[in-house]
Every structure is written in C-alpha cells, then in structure tokens.
C-alpha cells in the first residue's frame, strides 16, 4: 500500500478555518476523500477557502460516510492572485463557457465582455 503523501492532497471548503476547529465534510467531500483519494483515518490534508490561505488539516472518519477535518496549523498565508483583466468579445455559449473555465485557470481576476464589429 502506497503512504499517503499530504502534501499532495489539497482540498476546497467554504468554511472559516481557527486552529482546532472541527469541520463536517459534505457527502461529496467525505466520498471525495474516503473513496476516490482513500484517505486513511488519523492522515493530514491540506484545506483552502481562497481568504484564508492554506491549513493543514487532520482527517476524523466518523460512521461509514461521515467525515470531519481538525483544522490544525496555517501553513501559507493567503496570497493575492494577479491582477488581470481579460476584455473579449462575446461568443458561443459552448465556447463561451470554455473561454471563462481557461481564463480562469490562467488566473484571470475579471473577464470583461465588449461589443466589437465581428460580435456574434
């Protein structure tokens, strides 16, 4: 069985993070560690809520679907992403959709859309 690397692990909650707060996981999040990742009980993940910037956190199986994270320790604080701005004419809904999920991943902070003479 491979060790579990946490560092490896990083996952999103919309919750506030304190040292020693306990968090209930969604079923979508338990599922997502118990099953997809195999998480095992007592292992560390790394948490991030983009305001607070990144902790680690310790994983507490509770029943057969239940999850609980113990927030322990901020490991990096929360760093402000670049500030871009991408100006684009509006296209296909498909290919619109696309655009915003790229642009986003490049880290784009706003998308602003302009009404030029090719807009479909």
């Known amino acids: 069985m491979a060790v579990h690397d946490p560092t490896s692990q990083r996952l999103f909650l919309n919750a506030n993070f304190a040292a ?3 968090i209930a996981c969604s079923p979508d999040q338990a599922h997502y560690l ?8 007592g292992a560390s993940v790394l948490v ?7 902790w680690r956190a310790h994983v507490r199986h509770e029943g057969k679907r239940g999850l609980v ?5 901020q490991m990096r604080a929360q760093v402000a992403g ?23 991943e490049l880290g784009v902070r706003r998308l602003v859309p302009v009404i030029t003479r090719r807009t479909i």
């Not at 994270?69 to 320790?73: C, D, R, S, V």
């Open 20 to 22: 020693d707060k306990a």
């Open 34 to 41: 118990r099953s997809v990742l195999r998480v095992p009980d």
């Open 48 to 54: 991030f809520n983009g305001r607070e910037g990144e």
């Open 69 to 73: 994270l113990q927030i322990g320790a």
């Open 82 to 104: 670049p500030d871009l701005d991408y100006v684009f004419a509006p296209l296909k809904r498909s290919r619109l959709d696309y655009l915003v999920q790229k642009a986003t």
